[in-house]
């Protein structure tokens, strides 16, 4: 380390920093640090003169995240990587900097996070964008799972300074950990982080109920601790008579067990039973039912209470034997008896257990850890078998689901396999073998016959009746199975099954829709237009896509104008802002102003409380349009007149014409291939070419333009366009304006009225 010169922003950094080096060393046999103050260096000079929100020097969370990541005891290579997390991302040193000063391995796992860097997880409109993230985010996870353990350190060291942050980002980041990233750490068996990470995140996501709780339990907490201290005493006492030695040791429930158990269960506070646990670590298997049993002579057990996970690990590899008991004060507690090697995996999970790891002569592990990770394997199938992008975010959640129960349940042959309760036998013999799954035709539960959708429960024994002569799963087992398993071979089987005839069918659609249109297929089929639509739908081939279509899990026209959009694009690409006016006819040749657009079938779709047989026209000061708020105005021999609720005339009538009001609204069924004009008013930025842009994206989504001005701001800063269009619905024309704010220079779109 005496060839790195140090420099420390700060004292509190220059803490840090030692703090960091002192954990490492408790681990660590390696006397030779100096990557790892290299590593410091490279990142306090790239950070340098940048600041967190609150204030503090930036390297200050580089460091806080490797100090995380030394609390878990991983290699000096993931520390190094924790340190340089953000400078690819946030300063000028570039990844081949990384790779030429700290080696391939550092340059993979800081490329690996920063990659995830760009995911921004929402419940809203962004699904197939969020499943491709995580796509890759899992992709990243099952090559090296140091990323992952990375990526959540980082996270929890934004969650502790998410004070600095707005209301809107902190509720978003802490939603984000709730529903992705506490799930993944507890999956992974790192109840260290994964604690953190929910109490964090409650904290922000009901800042009443999180107060509250600490409120109430601060509150009990001299009373509790005492208890729990005389329960530990004698429970120490009790062992040692046994000939067990054991470390007991009490401590208090995390905040959001606790408010999961009263939201869920609809309890108070006073009505949860184990809000605090004793945990008593003993040497071996032999002692833990040593222990078992010399506690439950002390206490008396609560019944059902009761949960061997020694003989029946948790999928994420945590074992130890938990029992509820009634105290010496009538108040229930829960004891948890481990050995070291089961605590060591129940705090740090697969950081404890990973691949990467060798034993103590140096010989690898790595075979016998992997067939541990089998989670980690399926999310790898999953991602390489689902093409489609919102299935595999649907059973990313599903199978990151923090509050899904799980049965227990025996194979003919005694093998015990786990299933998310509410399960089927279709979804045990999917978790058998995907062929046994597609041969069956029907189940036994302990000897006798059930029907398929039964839901099976701990300790039954599942046997799956197959035959050869089975000509597959039925579409009913969709709606059927539990398992997201089950829901993907079931899936699968269809779909290849099917491959062949739906590509064609597929192939057939696009041909029809793109001659309908006045188009040639083979002309918009260019390589790297199909590849722009591969990648925006999710498929990993063409004729996914002609399969998709085929099968109706996409439409047509979603092809064929994607595809005609990238033809637009090419082709408007050399054309002037005059060149595109010119092809806008006049509004007085487009439109002629004593007539309606289709009048008189537009009047038929308008209903008008409590009148018949009345003429019914559209007012041209506003363009009323399906999907917009509507009022009829009662003319003076002319009918009634149609105004959106908004327009300026209708707002701006005197109190007694205000009588000559009438309630009107849409027959849907009616507007449905009807067109109609509307105006919005496009103002951008004043700069060449934006034109071109606009008119390409109006183009794109299959629009008519019926009229165009444009005209120029006095300080010729601003262009401002009014573009007529004919459409069909207000659906369109948002869908329309949402589209023209991705181009870079527009300001605000405004529909007009006249």
């Not at 930036?58 to 290699?75: N, Q």
């Not at 105290?327 to 990467?356: D, L, N």
């Not at 009345?614 to 009323?624: E, G, N, Y």
Request: charged share 30%; net charge negative; aromatic share 6%.
């Amino acid at each position: 380390m005496e060839d790195v010169q140090l420099t420390f922003a700060s004292e509190d950094v220059e803490k840090d920093y030692h703090t960091l080096i002192e954990k490492i060393r408790l681990y660590h046999p390696t006397t030779d640090l100096t990557m790892v103050a290299k590593a410091y260096q490279v990142a306090a000079d790239a950070h340098a003169g940048q600041l967190r929100q609150s204030g503090e020097p930036y390297i200050i969370h580089p460091l806080k995240v490797a100090i995380t990541l030394a609390d878990l005891e991983l290699d000096l290579e993931t520390i190094e990587a924790g340190l340089l997390h953000d400078v690819v991302e946030d300063t000028k040193v570039s990844a081949e900097d990384i790779e030429r000063i700290f080696g391939k391995d550092v340059s993979l796992l800081v490329d690996g996070v920063t990659k995830l860097k760009t995911l921004t997880y929402t419940t809203t409109d962004k699904e197939e964008i969020q499943a491709e993230n995580y796509r890759k985010m899992f992709l990243a996870m099952a090559k090296d799972i140091r990323v992952i353990l990375i990526k959540l350190a980082d996270r929890l060291h934004n969650l502790q300074t998410l004070e600095y942050k707005s209301k809107e980002k902190q509720l978003e980041k802490a939603r984000e950990t709730l529903d992705i990233y506490a799930p993944i750490a507890n999956r992974l068996g790192i109840s260290k982080i994964k604690v953190d990470l929910e109490d964090l995140s409650l904290k922000y996501l009901d800042p009443d109920a999180y107060h509250e709780l600490t409120r109430q339990i601060s509150h009990k907490r001299e009373e509790r601790e005492q208890i729990i201290q005389e329960i530990c005493k004698d429970l120490r006492e009790k062992l040692h008579e046994g000939g067990i030695e054991a470390v007991v040791e009490g401590r208090p429930k995390h905040f959001f067990s606790i408010y999961k158990k009263m939201v869920n269960k609809h309890k108070t506070l006073d009505q949860i039973y184990d809000l605090f646990a004793v945990r008593a670590i003993v040497d071996s298997v032999k002692d833990c039912y040593g222990a078992l049993g010399i506690i439950h002579d002390m206490y008396t057990p609560v019944p059902g209470r009761f949960k061997d996970y020694i003989a029946m690990p948790k999928s994420n590899m945590y074992q130890s034997l938990h029992t509820t008991l009634i105290g010496p004060s009538g108040e229930p507690f829960e004891v948890q008896i481990r050995t070291w090697e089961m605590h060591r995996t129940a705090q740090y999970g697969i950081a404890a257990h990973w691949k990467y790891k060798e034993d103590m002569n140096g010989v690898s592990t790595k075979h016998s850890e992997e067939e541990k990770m089998v989670w980690l394997q399926k999310i790898l199938e999953w991602q390489q078998n689902l093409s489609d992008n919102k299935e595999f975010m649907h059973v990313l959640k599903q199978d990151l689901d923090v509050f899904q129960d799980s049965v227990f349940v025996f194979s003919p042959k005694g093998d015990v396999i786990e299933l998310p309760a509410g399960s089927t036998p279709i979804d045990f013999a999917y978790q058998i073998h995907s062929a046994v799954g597609n041969k069956m035709v029907g189940a036994r539960v302990d000897g006798r016959l059930v029907t398929l959708d039964y839901k099976v429960k701990n300790g039954e024994r599942i046997e799956i009746i197959t035959s050869q002569n089975s000509k597959g799963p039925s579409r009913d087992w969709l709606n059927i199975v539990k398992t997201t398993q089950a829901k993907n071979k079931i899936s699968q089987w269809f779909k290849k099954e099917l491959k062949q005839e739906n590509v064609a069918r597929g192939k057939e659609l696009l041909e029809k829709y793109a001659k309908s249109k006045g188009m040639s297929l083979p002309e918009l089929l260019r390589p790297e237009w199909m590849k722009i639509v591969q990648k925006k739908y999710g498929f990993l081939d063409w004729e996914s896509v002609l399969a998709a279509v085929g099968h109706g899990g996409l439409k047509e026209g979603q092809i064929v104008n994607r595809l005609h959009e990238e033809y637009r694009k090419e082709h408007l690409a050399a054309m002037t802002d005059e060149d595109v006016l010119k092809l806008i006819p006049d509004k007085a040749e487009a439109v002629p102003q004593d007539q309606d657009l289709h009048q008189k079938k537009k009047g038929g779709a308008i209903i008008v409380k409590g009148l018949h047989d009345l003429a019914v026209r559209f007012s041209k000061c506003c363009d009323p349009v399906p999907g917009d708020e509507i009022v009829g105005f009662i003319t003076r021999g002319r009918g009634v007149s149609i105004h959106r609720t908004d327009c300026v005339n209708i707002m701006m009538l005197p109190e007694e014409e205000r009588k000559r009001l009438i309630e009107a609204e849409w027959e849907v069924s009616s507007t449905e291939g009807l067109k109609f004009q509307s105006t919005i008013q496009v103002i951008t930025e004043e700069r060449s070419g934006i034109l071109v842009e606009i008119s390409s994206v109006i183009n794109a989504e299959n629009l008519k333009i019926l009229h165009l001005d444009a005209r120029v701001s006095k300080d010729h800063m601003t262009d401002t366009f009014n573009v007529t269009l004919e459409i069909s619905s207000k659906n369109q024309l948002d869908q329309l304006g949402n589209k023209l704010m991705q181009i870079p220079g527009v300001h605000e779109i405004v529909r007009t009225s006249k």
